[in-house]
Every structure is written in C-alpha cells, then in structure tokens.
C-alpha cells in the first residue's frame, strides 16, 4: 500500500521558517512525480508545489514562490519542503502527494503548521 | 489560478442520486481531460474517488462516477449510504505543471 507519512509541522512566528519532511514506502518512489498541497482551516485544498521524479523541474505557485523550495533524495525515499519567510495566512495543513496517474493525486495524513505570534 | 466553482452543499436521502457540479475555464476543466474527484471526511485526508474525469481506482465503488462537458465537470452519486456523507472536491490540471482545487462541496445524507 502507498504510505506517505509528513513530519515537521508545527507553530512558528511570521517571518520564521520550516522544514517539512514526507517519507514515502510502498511504491517507486524515484520514478514517482510529487506534489505538496495545504489546505487551510474550512477552506479548499490549494496545490503548493511539484517536483519531476529526478528532482527538476520543479514549479510553483504564485502564492507561495521565492520563499518555499521542494526537494527529495530518491535514495531515502523522501520528499522535502523548505518554507521560509513564512506569513500568518501560510497556516494549513500540508500534505505530501504523489501523482497517481493523469495528474490525480495519492495524499498523506498531513502536517499541521501554524503561523502566529 | 482561481478555484474552480463548485456548490456549497447538495443533500439527498439513502438510496437516492446526486451530483455535484465544477466549473471552471477553458485554462483548465475545458483545456484537459485530467480532472480528479476527492472525499474528505472529518480530520481525514483527501481520498482520491474519480481520475482523468471518469476513471474509478480500485477499491472505489462504481456508484461513484464522473463525466465532464465543455468547461464543467460533474461527479455522481448514485445509492447514496451514509458513509458517503463528506465534503467533494474536484481539481484539474492548469498547464505548467499546476492544479486547481474547487471550493468543495458538502454533501449530507438526509
């Protein structure tokens, strides 16, 4: 079974930073596209970030772009989120996906951060 | 990218049929046929119900189906159980490697 377990979360102050760490088992994860994606309290999913199986390319969103960098090391089987200069309405939960198949997505349990002072 | 546009909640008794609506853009919905279906019960993680519009993964019951036309996509319901009670959201593929969340959905059983 596809497992995805995030860790890493937690509360940090505005302008602080983060690293979240998504292990990965039960599949291939180096020929594996990744994802993150948070979801804000009551509100919608929002995709965050992609990276390509080999780690380039990565993309985006404008939301969150210059100040958060995904990473992975294929050979431990983990996905990487480093967020910097974080901002209050950067707090959700962040779930580590990989791409099932035609850009449909598998999800983790989640990591909660929250941003407050 | 703006969400895609979905009812705020649809409800519907056992056993009956409901469907839920996504609409989006032509930059998206309209542009791809790579749009997914997510439940999400309470404090849970989103699971994945419909790919590549109406592709069910297994595990999945086929009461469970989805269809898209022009720029909205739609997911039906049919047999509604009680377990079934949960938000839906839709996502589509954007171009350059990005996705776009609907609203979500609420759906209660009466």
């Known amino acids: 079974d596809v497992q995805l377990v995030e860790s890493g979360g937690g509360l940090v102050q505005p302008g602080g930073s983060l690293r979240l760490s998504c292990a990965a088992s039960?599949?291939?994860?180096?020929?594996?596209?990744m994802n993150w994606v948070r979801q804000a309290p009551g509100k919608g999913p929002e995709w965050i970030s992609y990276?390509?199986?080999?780690?380039?390319?990565?993309y985006y969103a404008d939301s969150v772009k210059g100040r958060f960098t995904v990473s992975r090391d294929n050979a431990k089987n983990s996905l990487y989120l480093q967020m910097n200069n974080l901002r209050v309405e950067d707090t959700a939960v962040y779930y580590c996906?990989?791409?099932?198949?035609?850009?449909?997505?598998?999800w983790g349990q989640g990591t909660l951060v929250s941003v407050s002072a | 990218q703006s969400a895609l546009t979905q009812p705020r909640s649809v409800s519907g008794s056992p056993g009956q049929s409901v469907t839920i609506s996504c609409t989006g853009t032509?930059?998206?919905?309209?542009?791809?046929?790579?749009v997914s279906w997510y439940q999400q019960h309470p404090g849970k993680a989103p699971k994945l119900m419909i790919y590549?519009?109406?592709e069910r993964p297994s595990g999945v019951p086929d009461r469970f189906s989805g269809s898209k036309s022009g720029n909205a996509a739609s997911l039906t319901i049919s047999g509604l159980q009680a377990e079934d009670e949960a938000d839906y959201y839709c996502?589509?593929?954007?171009?350059?490697?990005?996705?776009?969340f609907g609203g979500g959905t609420k759906l209660t059983v009466l």
């Open positions: 990276i390509n199986d080999n780690g380039r390319p990565t």
């Open positions: 590549r519009v109406s």
């Open positions: 032509s930059s998206d919905v309209g542009g791809y046929n790579y």
């Open positions: 996502c589509s593929y954007a171009g350059r490697y990005t996705l776009v």
């Open positions: 996906a990989r791409d099932f198949t035609g850009w449909s997505l598998d």
């Open positions: 039960g599949f291939s994860f180096s020929d594996s596209e």
